[in-house]
């Protein structure tokens, strides 16, 4: 008798290899740096700024806080910097307004305008411009005479406003100025005397 029923049969089953996971623990293996100024070099990037020019220690301060430093590690370069006579205002101040005088014929004015720029502490732009060599009033005077020469041939209101415009944007004081003024244009005129301008000059009309 043949026996149809199939309870007693089973299709055949492949077994199947479990996969194995492992977990990771990221928390552990990621290290996460919350804070990069860490990792700046503020005494690497200092030295390098400096071995191109001279700088102030306000510009320094600067520099380093664009690059992310460490608040407390700029403090601490900032006062080695400053212990071994790299970032020095004083000298800075004093070694750059000597420059401006001699090379661009600056005054006084205008050198602090310069020195303002570069940031440089208020104490030691006054101490630059106390100890400039020579006189403002010389110098203004000499700088007046130089102008005059690329001047020659226009008359002498037109030469009057240049000069003093140009002293203006050297940073002389207004009374040096004047005094140039008078100076270099009453004894670059025609006649050999200077002129006195509170002469008034009188022309009488034949009468009729």
């Known amino acids: 008798m043949t026996n149809d029923r199939s309870e007693g049969w089973l299709a ?3 077994p199947l290899h479990r996969a194995t996971v492992e977990f990771v623990d990221e928390s552990e ?6 804070d990069d100024s860490n990792d700046v070099d503020v005494q690497t990037i200092a030295v390098r700024a400096l071995a191109r020019k001279a700088m102030s220690v306000r ?11 460490n608040p407390d590690d700029i403090a601490t370069e900032i006062a080695r910097l400053e ?6 205002d004083d000298e800075l101040a004093i070694d750059l307004a000597e420059r401006l ?5 600056m005054g006084a004015s205008a050198i ?14 006054d101490l630059a411009i106390e100890t400039l060599p020579g006189e403002q009033a010389e110098l203004c005077m000499e700088q007046a005479r130089q102008r005059l020469e690329r001047l020659r041939g226009l008359d002498r209101e037109v030469q009057y406003r240049r000069l003093q415009s140009y002293l203006a944007r050297r940073g002389f004081r207004g009374s040096d100025i004047t005094a140039a003024l008078r100076e270099v244009l009453g004894n670059s005129r025609g006649s050999s005397a200077p002129v006195d301008d509170n ?3 009188v022309a009488f009309r034949d009468a009729d």
Do not use: C, H
């Open 12 to 14: 055949p089953v492949t």
């Open 199 to 201: 002469v008034i000059t």
């Open 29 to 34: 293996e990621v290290e996460f740096d919350s």
């Open 59 to 69: 510009e320094m301060e600067r520099l380093l806080r664009d690059r992310d430093a």
């Open 112 to 125: 602090k305008a310069e020195l303002a720029k570069r940031m440089v502490r208020p104490s030691a732009i």
């Open 83 to 88: 212990s071994v006579g790299l970032l020095n």
């Open 101 to 105: 005088q001699r090379r661009k014929g």
